[in-house]
Nanobody, 126 residues
C-alpha cells in the first residue's frame, strides 16, 4: 500500500550537484526509518543515508559524509538528498526505502526495509 517515488536524478559533471526527492504515499510517517541506497552495475546495493523519523537522527555512509545531506519535510511526507561535490564513483541508481519498525536499528542494511521506490539514475561524468 505504501508507495515511494524518487525523482531528481540526472547527468552531471564531476564536482556538480543534484537534489533527489522521495515522496511517500499510502501511510504517514511517524516512526521507523527512511533511507537512501544506491546500486551501481555489477555491485551490491549500498547504504547512503538514513533518518530515524521520530528523533530526526541522521546517518551517513563514510563515502558520502560531508558531501551529501539528508533532509525531510513532515508536511509533505518526503525526504530529500542534497548531493554536492559529486564524483564518478557516485554513479548509480539511487533508491528511496522505508521501514516502520524501530526494532534492532540496522538502518544500513537494505534487507530491513520493506518498501522501495523504483529508483532514479545518477550519472557523474569525469
Amino acid at each position: 500500500q505504501v508507495q515511494l517515488v524518487e525523482s531528481g536524478g540526472g547527468l552531471v559533471q564531476a564536482g556538480g550537484i543534484l537534489r533527489l526527492s522521495c515522496a511517500a504515499s499510502g501511510r504517514t510517517f511517524s516512526s521507523g526509518y527512511m533511507a537512501w541506497f544506491r546500486q551501481a552495475p555489477g555491485k551490491e546495493r549500498e547504504f547512503v543515508s538514513a533518518i530515524r523519523w521520530s528523533s530526526g537522527n541522521k546517518y551517513y555512509a563514510d563515502s558520502v559524509k560531508g558531501r551529501f545531506t539528508l533532509s525531510r519535510d513532515n508536511a509533505k511526507n518526503a525526504v530529500y538528498l542534497q548531493m554536492n561535490s559529486l564524483k564518478p564513483d557516485d554513479t548509480a541508481v539511487y533508491y528511496c526505502a522505508a521501514r516502520f519498525s524501530v526494532g534492532s536499528s540496522t538502518y544500513y542494511n537494505p534487507s530491513v526495509y520493506a518498501y522501495w521506490g523504483q529508483g532514479t539514475q545518477v550519472t557523474v561524468s569525469s
